[in-house]
């Protein structure tokens, strides 16, 4: 797999698409913790035009259509955008999807377009958010809102026993997916970090929030359970783009 220094490599994800996709559909982290967590920072969503970034699979953008929104998906992995157009195919001309490179302007997007973005679990595989977070406030409608999720700093800091929590660094961690390992590449950095880089385009933090995941998940799997609720995992903003 090639390096990604600025953005999302397509490559890691391209590899391990239909893996991926099985597994975000079912597992508790994704379909009890995280999902629901941006569904329910998202809110109303009937009849709003929602840019889910980084739609992987298109999961989360199946759900947003089935509460009523329009959606445009955007992900770097081909792979990952002909999975999320097969899920959501039924929905028609509500769903459009694209694959496009975070790390660069979103040039086919014009301004205003959303009422919503979501981008779950996403931009952490950037080093640098401020271009992509401007982009994402560009496209926005004023008053429109951002809701995403990334790693927890402190657990990403824990997990991979880095000596500076302070550091923006790329990290390297092995999944096992479909029976085999797959590495995957992102950036850890603080939260001091994560805030400043929302205020210095113009978003106001409206929410910040340390989910719980649903109560089915206890049964589902008690391990990853108790995991979710006693440590930091995901951690979720949900920005405002104020009136210029």
Known sequence: MADAPGGPDPDQYDELAADYAAHAGSSVANALYDRPAIL????????????????AAGHLAES???RGARVTGIDASA???????????????????????LAEPLDFLPDGTFDLVTASLVLHYLEDWGPVLGELRRV???????????HHPAED????????????????????????????????RPLSQAFAALRDVGFQVDQLVEPMP????????PKVYAALTTTPNFLYFRAISPAS
């Open 40 to 55: 329910g920072l998202a809110g109303d969503v009937a009849g709003a035009h929602v840019l889910d970034v980084g739609c």
């Open 64 to 66: 947003l259509l089935e």
């Open 79 to 101: 792979s990952m955008v002909r999975l999320a157009r097969e899920r959501c195919a039924a929905s028609g001309d509500r769903a459009r999807f694209h694959r496009a490179d």
């Open 140 to 150: 926005l409608r004023p008053g429109g809102a951002l809701v995403m999720s990334i």
């Open 157 to 188: 800091w824990r997990w991979f026993d880095r000596p500076d929590y302070f550091q923006t660094e790329l990290v390297t961690d092995t999944w096992q997916l479909g029976g085999r390992p797959h590495e995957v590449r992102f950036y850890r």
């Open 214 to 221: 649903l109560p089915e998940a206890r049964e589902r799997d």
